[in-house]
């Protein structure tokens, strides 16, 4: 035996394609985001930006649930753009005006995403959190460092967040799942002692959440540092999961929370779209010409279980 691998029980509940989510968190949350959205599920991945740490990542549920606005206060002008603390770097403007109608935008959009969700998949980073005026924010936005504060949030303030956001929740969405995980990606900038102790923080938050009967964790972080413990699933950065651990990952997702009949739904898809990316060399050619046309019944009759919509309209293109 040359692995020490990690067995998970199948959860309760299980996705469907028929199912929105939600996903919110760290990059980690992206990843995973873009697994389900590439197949086919219906999914918005974290309309916020990039989120670590657990404060702001409740705090921007509680204020989508309750379609409370942002404040003010929180816009900030760095080196000639504007942005908020609370959001990811990439929403910024020109101006603090158009800030604002861009933020007014997201939160319609994500106050609408959690109200449809039938699962709330949040991934989180990092304990380590940044304040300014006695607020804990989600990026610093290359501010002087001098104007924040930075601390490890404790067990207990991991959890009266997710508590202080709960009641919110279910008044908009009673019938959401949680899916909870812990980012395997270390934030070596904190070295790797902090990254230990932040990790370890959030894991034992987790666990305590798990009493709540919405909540389940996935363990994405264990299978990272336990199963897979070698570099080769590294990128060059020796930091960030590679493809081949995400597909990992995704597998052992896939068997936890989809049914066998859903599995096999992704991977007719995932047939099909390897059909799709194929480029010829004589696209007019009768051969490549009957390949498409085979292709396209094909997705026409899973078109019943999964929204093909637009990739059809573009194969009906290259048929001649």
């Known amino acids: 035996m040359f692995r020490t ?4 029980t199948p959860h ?5 394609h028929q199912d929105s989510i939600l996903t919110i ?7 995973m985001g873009n697994r389900m959205a590439e197949s086919k599920f219906s999914v918005d991945i974290n309309p916020f930006g990039t989120v670590y740490n657990p404060v702001s990542i409740f705090k921007l549920l509680s204020q989508a649930a309750s379609n409370t606005s942002f404040t003010k206060e929180g816009i900030v002008e760095s080196q000639g753009i504007y942005q908020h603390f609370d959001l990811h770097s990439k929403f910024g403007k020109g101006t603090k005006e158009e800030l604002q109608a861009e933020v007014q935008q997201l939160e319609q959009k994500a ?6 969700a039938k699962w709330l998949i949040i991934t989180l980073g990092t304990a380590v959190v940044y304040e300014r005026s006695g607020e804990i924010v989600a990026n610093c936005h290359k501010v002087p460092a001098s104007q924040f504060s930075k601390r490890i949030l404790s067990v207990k303030e991991v959890i009266r967040a997710y508590e202080n956001v709960r009641n919110q929740l279910f008044q908009v969405n009673p019938d959401v799942q949680m899916i909870v995980t812990v980012s395997p990606v270390r934030h070596v900038k904190d070295t790797l002692v902090v ?7 959030l894991r034992v938050a987790v666990a305590e959440m798990t009493a709540f009967p919405e909540v389940s964790y996935f363990p994405s972080y264990e299978i990272m540092m336990d199963d897979l413990r070698d570099y080769r699933f590294y990128e060059k950065d020796m930091i960030h999961p590679n493809e081949t651990a995400h597909d990992y990952i995704w597998e052992k997702f896939s068997g936890v929370y989809f049914d066998e009949p859903t599995r096999q739904l992704i991977l007719k898809w995932q047939k099909l779209k390897k059909n799709l990316e194929h480029k010829p060399f004589h696209p007019a050619s009768a051969h490549h010409q ?9 997705m026409e009759q899973l078109s019943s279980q999964l929204n093909l919509e637009q990739e059809i309209q573009a194969l009906k293109k290259e048929i001649l």
Not at 12 to 16: F, K, M, P, R, V
Not at 111 to 116: E, G, I, N, Q, Y
Not at 195 to 201: D, L, M, Y
Request: glycine fraction near 2%; aromatic fraction near 6%; charged fraction near 25%.
């Open 25 to 31: 968190g760290s990059c980690f949350a992206d990843v």
């Open 111 to 116: 106050t609408k995403a959690l109200a449809d």
């Open 12 to 16: 309760q509940h299980l996705i469907t």
């Open 195 to 201: 990254n230990s102790q932040s990790k370890s923080i």
């Open 5 to 8: 691998e990690i067995s998970i």
């Open 290 to 298: 009957v390949f498409l046309k085979k292709t396209l019944e094909e």
